[in-house]
């Protein structure tokens, strides 16, 4: 059984890095992208990135490149979203989730439950 | 971008109803269309991906249709588990592979 498991809340100041988790489990990591998904309260979806562990392939969505880093460990099947600076406009929930992708068919087909990031001074 | 327009942004309907909401994208992006539903608090859950198949455990009363630039996700049947938000996203081009806005299905 695929099983997508993120770390808990964060509540942090401007200013102040950060680190999220998701660690997977129940299937070959390097053989599937994650995926990062944003969602600001009350607001919709917003696709910030994926990487590809087997081979460290990144994309970005424009608006995010630049404000955060995604990376895995291959060690422990674990995936990151890092912030250097982080800023109140980051205050969201950030979802990842198992990118199934072939020749046919791109789609999110497992999904972590989700960390809830807060920046406030 | 490619970007995906999402309609109605909410509905109302009743239980046994049925419900079709539409998505139009900006250029042609063959059946690399999927649909999600999201209940507040929890994360979005698959439903049918390439525009028309249905993902593994989900009701038959859900269907979806089109292809190129016009798509749509049909509920046959309105059961109250179904009230939620859906979004579809387009991943035929990369970065990024858009969301729509949302569609709240309320209950009348």
């Known amino acids: 059984e695929v099983q997508v498991l993120q770390s808990g809340a964060e509540v942090k100041k401007p200013g102040e890095s950060l680190n999220i988790s998701c660690k997977v489990s129940?299937?070959?990591?390097?053989?599937?992208?994650i995926g990062w998904v944003r969602q600001v309260p009350g607001k919709g979806l917003d696709w910030v990135g994926i990487?590809?562990?087997?081979?460290?392939?990144?994309r970005y969505s424009p608006p995010f490149e630049g404000q955060v880093t995604i990376s895995v460990d291959k060690s422990v099947n674990t995936a990151y979203l890092q912030w250097d600076s982080l800023k109140a406009s980051d205050t969201a929930i950030y979802f990842c989730a198992r990118l199934h992708s072939d020749y046919t068919s791109r789609y999110f087909d497992s999904w972590g439950q989700g960390t809830l990031v807060t920046v406030s001074s | 971008d490619i970007q995906v327009t999402q309609s109605p942004s909410s509905l109302s309907a009743s239980v046994g109803d049925r419900v079709t909401i539409t998505c139009r994208a900006s250029q042609s992006i063959s059946t690399f269309l999927n649909w999600y539903q999201q209940k507040p608090g929890t994360a979005p859950k698959l439903l049918i991906y390439?525009?028309?198949t249905l993902h593994s455990g989900v009701p038959s009363r859900f269907s979806g249709s089109g292809s190129g630039t016009h798509f749509s996700l049909t509920i046959n049947g309105l059961q109250p588990e179904d009230f939620a938000t859906y979004y579809c996203?387009?991943?035929?081009?990369?970065?990024?592979?858009?969301f729509g806005q949302g569609t709240n299905v309320e209950i009348k």
């Open positions: 390439s525009a028309s």
């Open positions: 129940g299937y070959n990591f390097l053989s599937y992208w």
């Open positions: 996203q387009q991943t035929y081009k990369t970065p990024p592979e858009t």
């Open positions: 990487i590809y562990p087997g081979d460290l392939d990144i």
